[in-house]
């Protein structure tokens, strides 16, 4: 506050103050002048009142004193007893001579012979002397003499009055007072409050510059991720892509059947190598379409036992804990092996110098937790090892994150179990601590369907790879002149056309095909989904199989109801594939 607004906000108290005094003033000198006009009234209404009660007296005794009965007369005297401010009275005949008198025990009688008549004023007593008369004739006189209230008494009636006038100054003064104190502590709080507001623009200001460093700190992360991603997958695919070309060069160049056979196997092993390394991309992302089924864990676990014994080290056993009355959960079963063996190829490899990995499966009741909210079944793998630190824990999940020496992990293993259980509608947990192992559990939310009674293997082969013609729809000739020879290598009569459009003109030319197998990204306006919606209403009957290498498509086809097969593919998954469809259509 400037020095300006203190002069100012001083000077207005000082005024209030000034106000104050002169209302205090001002109520005192009326408390004083009413005081001397009540003293004045009082005396004059006292000299009243005792004249109206000789008056009374005189009239009462006419009667009296006209027969000269000296009893009766003493009988109205006696009775001004029951007024205890009167202290003498007397009563006199013409000759003044007393006739009756009366005085209150310990004051002077009544005088012998009447005064004057009229009022005769006193500091302590009001005397009056009243004539009696009958008409016209005088009969004697009577004498009153009555008491004054003591000015003590009178002052101590004015006492309260004046209490009242002080509490009335006080007051004042008081409301005065508080008046300025008010306003300055209202200056004090704009003060106060222009100082919190420069404060909270400063605050603001500070939050949101706080923010935006936040934002560029997260898009910094972002790019580093996005950096180790595409970094890693670089890395990964150029050694599959070194393999799959060096590989094709030799076959090309060499006669060998045993180098051919060996290098044509590298190939494959880099090839299944890449289209893994794709699945688990696309399972972390979510975006890999899922073939859920209602699995019962407590059948499906211990018939997985033996493949994660394999995995495993002889110097590791395992052992099974699985609760009584297991709920169903519905999941793409194969993705369920593959999360629980990554999960175990890790708990392995933090497994050194041997130990025991537990897998335990039990129910949770009324899970709410994150976004997390209802029954789930926890599937936890439970291993001794070197264990986790927290910065190891807070990354596990990011795709090519790996804490294993070159070589010996892609670092995608848990970004798969990621993927999997988020779009199973569960969640997965890291416990773990330097020394004392590591426990990852897999939230799945429980099914209220009914499980299979029995889970039915794959058809061989050769049972379904039977005869019929196949439209094949794939625009690129390269893929579409191997598919064909995977077809015919089936026993399929393979016909191939380039579009969409191409596919619906064949079919009503030549609709004596058995399965249609399209690709669904294709050029020209119209993709697999408009193909296979165009063909299951206008030939109800005639099956149809797509394609795509692209995820949110096989992820669309999939909700659509319509048979997906991911690209890449291996002859036996078309041959199964293919045979499945044609048997649903044929029951």
Known sequence: MSWRDRFKFGRTGFMFGGLAL?????????????GVYNERAYRIQKTREVAVQAQILAASITAALAFDDRKVAQEYVEALRANPEVEAAGVYDTTGQRVAGYARTGAAPPPDRPNVEGVAP????RIVTAPVRQGEIALGSVYLRSVVEPLPRRLARYAGIAVLLVMAVLLVSVLGVGQALLRRANARLEERALALGVANNALQIHIQERERAEEALRQGQKMEAIGKLTGGLAHDFNNLLMV????LDILEKSDDPAKRKRFGAAVRQALDRGAELTSKLLAFSRRSPLKPEVVDLSTRIPALSILLERSLRQDIELELRLADGLWPVEVDPTQLEVSLLNVAVNARDAMPKGGKLTVIAENVYDLVENDLNGDFVRLAVLDEGVGMPEEHIARAFEPFFTTKEVGRGTGLGLSQVYGFTRASGGDVRIESAPGLGTVVSLLLPR?????????????????????????LVEDDDTVAMVVVEMLQALAYQPIRVASAAAALRMLDQSGDFDIVFSDMVMPGGMGGMDLARAVSQKYPRLPIVLTTGFSEAATAAAQAGFRVLPKPYAIEALANELGAVREDSQA
Do not use: E, F
């Not at 006193?122 to 007593?125: A, G, I, P, Q, T």
């Not at 799959?244 to 590989?247: E, F, L, Y």
């Open 22 to 34: 002169v209302g205090a003033l001002a109520l005192v000198t009326m408390g004083l002048v009413m």
């Open 122 to 125: 006193d500091d302590h007593y």
């Open 244 to 247: 799959a070309s060096g590989g």
């Open 447 to 471: 099914s209220t369907k009914t499980p299979p009674a029995a889970i039915p293997g794959p058809a061989p082969v050769a049972d379904r790879a039977r005869q019929g013609r196949v439209l």
